[in-house]
């Protein structure tokens, strides 16, 4: 249809939000304050000190890296967009966007503030996450209810990525109600699911 | 015409502005800071009296993705680009990088600096969304009146269109007036405004 | 030639370095302290007395936007890159990316600290610019001189386009010799500049 | 295959990374605070004593934009992706997005600090970039031996660029060991390495 948008551009602003994103993380790397370091090894103590801080922004690398492949995958199926699928993603968009926020409040509360600083933390992170993967669902369950998929797409293409994609909000609410208890090991479970993420998938050669 | 470029870097420059404003609203969830939080449930304490900087997070982010999604409805709609055209959505996208410093302004002085301070924020936040609905209305009206359009646009579609984006300026103006008297009235018709934005449209089928 | 790169990448590319650029802008806009400021008029003053902040912004923007046309413009006239113009257009972008940064120093020297500091902040300002227009006059020289322009393009557009924007650099150098000795004869130059940048062309109907 | 991913988004993703976080290493520039610079030469003095934070910047910026040059031309020899290469690519970014902190971290402890601070600054700089090199030569072994390439790459090209990129991050981690005993040493090293890429190439006229 003439004057009908493609799906292009919302790839390209959506690469422009996880590319903004994924840089505005490493703004919690702080250089601790010249004036405040003296003598000896006293840089080198400081930016140990930071190493939750570290840890975190490492581990939202990841998340968000694994969300953007998907993002690119599932867009590689879409034929057109709908009203409801710029609104999903938008809200996909906004749970990546407070991503940077929560990985924050993670890496200065997770050590040094008891128990209860701890799981506030980790909670909000896990439940921003949670958040994300019910609108990368929704994006998804959008495009195949509303005939956005491309008409050459395999039924067992969608069958498989629709039993895979399911298991994200699942196992983040999981990993954020776990925090209330255990804020240590959901952070663990999510490191876990991290190195999940990179490592080659099983079965054959790469494709 | 070689050498003379088409309208797809406009929309690649476009969209790195929206991406980057969008995320930038982020930077105003800010995290408490450590050394001043104490015991218990002190963290989550200061997280919710940050409540109306996050409704205004949240507000700006629904409307800039409304902003977006008819700015690619209206470079779908166009052949070609002209002086003016460039210029129009120049300063469309100058009201687009405001609306993070009107947020902040109204996440922080909506409450708790009486009524004053919450007029000019309300006012300021209104009139930066006018200019913006003005400069985009103006984008239009170059498209149509210098023949930029696409030639195969059905004329219906171009006269749904106008009818429909000449609303923005004239509510966002009224929001601005409003804001004068009532502040909190304004900001009311705006978030119902943001809800309206994502509800399916009324009609058939979504397209 | 398999596996040589087109221009595609440096447009994306530069357009992304334009567009975050070009937001950046809107982080001098401070929101004005909320423990500093207290009853009726108080945050209208404040926000009042940035205006230097305000019109280094806006003009700052204006000029960063006629750069962006002119990149597009030029870009469009390319056929293939090399070497150096991969660098003469990499020495434009470091121009830009430090508009910001002088502009920042414009808008807090401009004022208030008498004939020195408006000195420095209207000459740094102004060799910024000069920076900027020798890189892109030096881009479109390689692009003339290597042989990197598109076959079909008309000879006499190449020369326009050479007369045209060989103006820059030196209109850029004058004003910030001119600011060693009138800041605001430099500063009032600059502006009107800007003003007719965003004017529409003499001649014939718009293009 | 339907629904299979081109290497179109993974260019645009990094193309956007790439652009923020070039444009970040600007935000090391600071304006000198307007409270604390009073009479005559105070501005221009507080701007000199910045000269470590400005040749950092500089630097920087020359070996982000060779390595963006170099991911252009790798990714222009790419006929499609894998699960690695997109991970080796995402710790590509990863290394790139955590240079505008190595670079503020060497800013600020370049000078002043004695031989401790400029030591670590100068060996957590150099490391970031060899982590970098060696992100970016297993994204190169993982096209070459995953049958990623286009098909019609000449073999010698493939040969030629292997034994050029193999180099970066054996300099690099040179440089961060060096960085150890002799830190001014290193950073020399760096500079010439940024000079020699911004000359032109030796050989026949430009490609």
């Not at 948008?5 to 994103?21: K, M, T």
């Not at 600083?117 to 195949?144: I, K, M, P, S």
Request: positive net charge; aromatic residues 10%.
């Amino acid at each position: 249809v003439p004057g009908e948008p493609g799906v292009g551009r919302i790839e390209s602003v959506s690469d422009g939000v996880f590319a903004v994103a994924i840089t505005l993380l490493a703004l919690d790397l702080r250089v601790p304050d010249p004036l405040a370091v003296h003598g000896g090894t006293a840089l080198l103590d400081r930016l140990g000190e930071q190493w939750p801080v570290y840890a975190a922004f490492v581990l939202s690398f990841v998340l968000i890296a694994e969300v953007w492949i998907n993002h690119r995958r599932l867009f590689a199926c879409l034929g057109r967009a709908s009203h409801g699928l710029l609104w999903s993603n938008a809200f996909l968009l906004l749970s990546v966007i407070t991503i940077p926020f929560a990985t924050s409040l993670l890496g200065q509360y997770v050590t040094g503030h008891g128990a209860s600083g701890r799981r506030v933390a980790a909670v909000a992170y896990g439940a921003t996450w949670a958040f994300g993967g019910l609108a990368f669902n929704l994006t998804w369950w959008q495009a195949r209810h509303h005939s956005l998929l491309r008409a050459d797409l395999p039924a067992d293409t969608v069958l498989r990525l629709t039993h895979r994609w399911v298991l994200g909000p699942i196992f983040y609410t999981v990993s954020a109600v776990v925090a209330l208890i255990a804020p240590w090991v959901s952070l663990l479970g999510l490191a876990v699911l991290g190195v999940l993420f990179v490592l080659p998938p099983p079965g054959p050669p790469p494709r």
